[in-house]
Nanobody
């Protein structure tokens, strides 16, 4: 049974930093492109960042470029998202998702992703 679990969310002031973590079990982690999404209240889920199976390729949504960094440790089945210079508009539930392919999907469509975590809340106060 596949399990995906996020952690590391919390409350932070504007300009602060957080590091999200995601662990995945029950799958061959290295065979999956791993992704972060987020969803704010009343808004659709949106793609934040993706990393390919051997970390050779990463992509970011425009609204996080230069502030967030995605990374992975295949030996530990772990995915990370370092978030710096956080802004109130970054407030959302952040989700980890796995796509059963080695390269990042061509689009952020949620249909591309096979397994999801339950999310971790990030709140940025102004």
């Amino acid at each position: 049974q596949v399990q995906v679990v996020e952690s590391g969310g919390g409350l932070v002031q504007t300009g602060g930093s957080l590091r999200l973590s995601c662990t995945a079990s029950g799958l061959t982690f290295a065979n999956y492109a791993m992704n972060w999404f987020r969803q704010a209240p009343g808004k659709e889920r949106e793609g934040v960042s993706c990393i390919s199976w051997r970390s050779g390729f990463t992509k970011y949504a425009d609204f996080v470029k230069g502030r967030f960094t995605i990374s992975r440790d295949n030996a530990r089945n772990m995915l990370y998202l370092q978030m710096n210079s956080l802004q109130p508009e970054d407030t959302a539930m952040y989700y980890c998702a796995a796509a059963r392919q080695i390269d990042c999907p061509g689009s952020w469509s949620i249909d591309n992703y096979n397994f999801w975590g339950q999310g971790t809340q990030v709140t940025v106060s102004s």
